[in-house]
């Protein structure tokens, strides 16, 4: 059996992302089709472009080109753009949400405890973790006007202003400035665990305990040491959709409800250099999404069948201990190799944090690659479950009915659209180290030369992402 979580919503639709066989063969969606070439034809089209735009980028980018502000504001239009800065527009929003979360808790814990007919794991495992990463990345950071523990938790500080005659409730204790970003590097090492290994993440009435779990680790995180220190060192999910919003054209002010557009990825040039321990959440980030897509495939059934002493839970926690570690060597491997060809002696571990923001482009080119299926065939299953979340026979908006269209998306778009991002993301992750090496190193020559061992590194990575997105799906 396998212990991937989703297992239980995959059977809502039956879904293969695609798969290429020895003879380039690519199957998905109970259809069959044949790749126009080799696939390692498309592995070296893919590492060319990358090759040439590091050329490109190394002789048009300079410290003067890449030092411009890029960002222009959006005059928003008065309807209905314009409303969606107002008080009673953003409280519509975030009862909305406060809503979703009371409803996700409550499907789970009273709701049918088959995956298929509650609201809950359809919500979570593909709405929202993989759905919000997808709008981050393309309309700008959204997570701060929805999340509703950080909605409730202002909602709870109103309220206790009101008893209190206007004083604040102060944070019982001081954040300890050695922790920096630890907790969350911890917090979603545990949610990864839970996404890709434990047998019961899809089960409605474990998600319950969960979640309730995670919102009360939330909420009395930020009673103790403030709402904006907690937000920012020790949830994931306001650090991941942060980080992908960066990546988009498109930059949210809330506090002078304003939207600015800019070039993709400019957002991190905006940003402080990272602590080490933002650095490791990074990589863990990036390995665990690619541990996900291996564990899928023949290779790692063949572990299975060569480990069969031990359990599939063992297994998958075995890899998800050993994949990341091997991303973080192999990273400061190459960290080495950026010092020694940039032929200064900065820190080791400052070249880490430097670079660490150019990895993230080619974190969300995998995340879309490997979860646009996802999304688009079982994730119709929400549309007749919002009709009765609790999959006890209501037909609340009559869309019950609903039949999930297996030809959303087939084998040949999966296909060309995953060699596109994924190619699209190592090129971008070029351009954003290429820039923070001017920025790190004292000449533009040993800025070039420092980023040979990123462009290897990068190189290396879009083959091997291109050879898993290839391989047959074993669920």
């Known amino acids: 059996m396998n212990k991937k979580p989703r297992l239980f919503i995959l059977t809502s639709g039956l879904v293969a992302f695609f798969?290429?066989?020895?003879?380039?063969?690519?199957?998905?969606?109970?259809?069959?089709?044949?790749?126009?070439?080799?696939?390692?034809?498309?592995?070296?089209?893919?590492?060319?472009?990358?090759?040439?735009?590091?050329?490109?980028?190394?002789?048009?980018?300079?410290?003067?080109?890449s030092a411009g502000n890029f960002r222009y504001e959006v005059k928003l239009p008065k309807w209905p753009m314009?409303?969606?800065?107002?008080?009673?527009?953003?409280?519509?929003?975030?009862?909305?949400?406060?809503?979703?979360?009371?409803?996700?808790?409550?499907?789970?814990?009273?709701?049918?405890?088959?995956?298929?007919?509650?609201?809950?794991p359809t919500f979570i495992w593909i709405i929202w973790w993989v759905g919000i990463g997808f709008v981050s990345a393309v309309f700008g950071n959204v997570w701060p006007l929805i999340n509703p523990w950080k909605i409730t938790f202002e909602i709870a500080e109103t309220v206790s202003k009101l008893f209190r005659r206007g004083r604040e409730v102060k944070p019982f204790l001081r954040y300890p400035s050695d922790l920096h970003g630890w907790p969350v590097v911890i917090i979603f090492a545990v949610f990864a665990w839970i996404e890709n290994v434990y047998w019961g993440a899809a089960i409605p009435r474990h998600l319950a305990i969960l979640?309730?779990?995670?919102?009360?680790?939330?909420?009395?995180?930020?009673?103790?040491?403030?709402?904006?220190?907690?937000?920012?060192?020790?949830?994931?999910?306001?650090?991941?959709?942060?980080?992908?919003?960066?990546?988009?054209?498109?930059?949210?002010?809330?506090?002078?409800?304003?939207?600015?557009?800019?070039?993709?990825?400019?957002?991190?040039?905006?940003?402080?250099?990272?602590?080490?321990?933002?650095?490791i959440f990074v990589l863990i980030l990036l390995s665990t999404?690619?541990?996900?897509?291996?564990?899928?495939?023949?290779?790692?059934?063949?572990?299975?069948?060569?480990?069969?002493?031990?359990?599939?839970?063992?297994?998958?926690?075995?890899?998800?201990?050993?994949?990341?570690?091997?991303?973080?060597?192999?990273?400061?491997?190459?960290?080495?190799?950026?010092?020694?060809?940039?032929?200064?002696?900065?820190?080791?571990?400052?070249?880490?944090?430097?670079?660490?923001?150019?990895?993230?482009?080619?974190?969300?080119?995998?995340?879309?690659?490997?979860?646009?299926?996802?999304?688009?065939?079982?994730?119709?299953?929400?549309?007749?479950?919002?009709?009765?979340?609790?999959?006890?026979?209501?037909?609340?908006?009559?869309?019950?009915?609903?039949?999930?269209?297996?030809?959303?998306?087939?084998?040949?778009a999966a296909w060309f659209f995953s060699v596109s991002v994924i190619v699209i993301g190592h090129v971008l992750a070029v351009y954003i180290s290429h820039v923070f090496a001017l920025k790190m190193f004292k000449s533009h020559d040993n800025a070039i030369r420092s980023q040979y061992p990123m462009l290897l590194l990068m190189l290396i990575y879009t083959a091997i992402s291109l050879w898993i997105l290839s391989m047959p799906i074993i669920e």
């Open 289 to 412: 999404v690619t541990f996900d897509g291996i564990k899928e495939t023949p290779f790692w059934n063949d572990i299975y069948t060569s480990l069969s002493h031990l359990s599939y839970t063992q297994i998958d926690t075995l890899g998800l201990i050993v994949v990341p570690a091997i991303f973080i060597s192999i990273y400061f491997i190459f960290c080495l190799s950026i010092r020694y060809f940039s032929r200064e002696n900065p820190n080791l571990i400052s070249i880490g944090a430097t670079f660490a923001f150019s990895l993230l482009p080619i974190a969300l080119a995998y995340h879309f690659a490997h979860y646009l299926s996802l999304l688009l065939i079982p994730g119709q299953a929400i549309i007749p479950l919002l009709s009765d979340p609790f999959g006890i026979g209501w037909n609340l908006f009559g869309s019950t009915g609903y039949q999930i269209k297996l030809n959303a998306i087939n084998a040949k």
């Open 211 to 279: 979640v309730i779990i995670y919102s009360l680790v939330q909420w009395g995180g930020m009673l103790c040491f403030g709402k904006q220190i907690w937000l920012k060192n020790a949830d994931p999910f306001t650090l991941i959709f942060r980080f992908f919003s960066k990546l988009s054209v498109f930059e949210i002010d809330y506090s002078h409800r304003k939207v600015f557009v800019r070039p993709p990825g400019w957002g991190f040039f905006t940003s402080s250099k990272p602590h080490v321990s933002i650095m």
């Open 19 to 65: 798969t290429i066989t020895s003879t380039a063969h690519a199957h998905g969606f109970g259809e069959r089709y044949d790749l126009p070439m080799p696939l390692l034809y498309f592995i070296i089209g893919a590492v060319v472009a990358v090759g040439l735009s590091f050329l490109l980028v190394g002789v048009f980018v300079t410290s003067e080109t």
């Open 82 to 120: 314009g409303y969606i800065g107002t008080c009673s527009a953003t409280w519509l929003i975030k009862s909305f949400s406060v809503f979703l979360l009371a409803l996700i808790i409550l499907t789970a814990l009273f709701g049918s405890n088959k995956p298929i007919y509650n609201f809950t």
